[in-house]
């Protein structure tokens, strides 16, 4: 079992920035990849970006390249989501999941808001 748990979130002006941690524990040595995903209200969940936690290969939605950056410290089981230039349309709960084979574990979520 994984207990994933994200924090971080709030409330920002358009052009600001952000960071949410996502803390895992339980069996993460079992744990090969985490990512971050996002839903808006009134929409689906969409991926946000993800990072393999042997090697650190990240990958990113393109609607925030160059814009939000996933790293990870693997001692410390915790990955972070560094969003800048944030847009309105960034307004969502942001999700945290840790993969394992067969598994995934998915955090409650944090709000992130974006003012105009």
């Known amino acids: 079992q994984v207990h994933v748990v994200e924090s971080g979130g709030g409330l920002v002006q358009a052009g600001g920035s952000l960071t949410l941690s996502c803390a895992a524990s339980g069996r993460t040595n079992t744990i090969y990849q985490m990512a971050w995903f996002r839903q808006a209200p009134g929409k689906g969940r969409e991926f946000v970006a993800s990072i393999m936690y042997m090697g650190g290969t990240a990958y990113y939605a393109d609607s925030v390249k160059g814009r939000f950056t996933i790293s990870r410290d693997s001692a410390k089981n915790t990955v972070l989501l560094q969003m800048n230039t944030l847009k309105p349309e960034d307004t969502a709960i942001y999700y945290c999941?840790?993969?394992?084979?067969?598994?995934?574990?998915w955090g409650t979520g944090t709000q992130v808001t974006v003012s105009s």
């Open positions: 999941k840790a993969a394992r084979v067969g598994m995934d574990y």
